[in-house]
């Protein structure tokens, strides 16, 4: 089945711990994103990727780093920086369409990783 | 960015025509405008699409007047599996973003 896949489901970090949440998506989609939600929130930005091998930051990328070195693949890394790092994060795929002004950049989302602090 | 301002809470009871209204007085020419769906504890889904006059689909239909500085998203004869977050995102590529969304409670 295409999809995006999002793992593990849980991560518990602990204090000063790197983590890294895996991204991964079948659907062939050019551009990748990753969220953050906290309780009763909306979702925020933390990066995007339009292509391989570039991504740009987002509106709370403090903390976090990304790579982009698969079309199909991109970890997000929550380092120790983050210091509340508590929420569920929220890993998007969409079909850019190239060159065009108007892009419909419809979203598709995994089912997301909540990620604690021990 | 295109910054969208939504009700931040709405109830209804099952059966009824929901309508929520999505502001966006800063919409560029190339903009569409999408909403999502959102559970707990699962990420948003694609609800419906449109660039201007009226989209339907499925599941809703989207009314965007002339000017295209908001948007009205129709759920009809609702269920109460319908309670949930609803998403109006503006904007192209990177420069959309998720607001806080309107949350519909659904009621027997």
């Known amino acids: 089945d295409g999809g995006i896949t999002q793992s593990p489901k849980y991560l518990f970090r602990k204090e000063g711990q790197n983590v890294t949440l895996s991204c991964e998506q079948n659907?062939?989609?050019?551009?990748m994103y990753w969220y953050r939600q906290d309780p009763g929130q909306g979702l925020r930005l933390i990066y995007y990727?339009?292509?391989?091998?570039?991504?740009q930051k987002g509106d709370i990328a403090e903390g976090y780093s990304v790579s982009r070195e698969k079309k199909e693949s991109f970890p997000l890394t929550v380092t120790s920086a983050q210091k509340n790092p508590t929420a569920f994060y929220l890993c998007?795929?969409?079909?850019?369409?190239?060159?065009?002004?108007?892009?419909?950049?419809?979203?598709?989302f995994g089912a997301g990783t909540r990620l604690s602090v021990l | 960015l295109a910054k969208t301002t939504q009700p931040i809470s709405m109830d209804s009871y099952e059966g009824q025509e929901v309508n929520i209204t999505c502001s966006h007085n800063?919409?560029?020419?190339?903009?569409?405008i999408t909403w999502y769906q959102q559970f707990p504890s699962q990420g948003p889904r694609f609800i419906i699409q449109?660039?201007?006059t009226k989209v339907k689909n499925e599941v809703a239909s989207l009314f965007i007047p002339a000017d295209r500085k908001s948007s009205t998203l129709s759920l009809p004869r609702v269920s109460l599996s319908d309670t949930a977050v609803y998403y109006c995102?503006?904007?192209?590529?990177?420069?959309?973003?998720f607001g806080a969304g309107t949350r519909l409670t659904v009621k027997p």
């Open positions: 998007a795929s969409s079909l850019e369409t190239g060159g065009k002004k108007i892009a419909k950049n419809i979203q598709y």
């Open positions: 659907l062939n989609h050019d551009a």
């Open positions: 990727s339009q292509i391989v091998n570039d991504f």
């Open positions: 800063n919409i560029a020419t190339n903009d569409y």
């Open positions: 449109g660039y201007k």
């Open positions: 995102l503006v904007g192209d590529r990177g420069d959309m973003r």
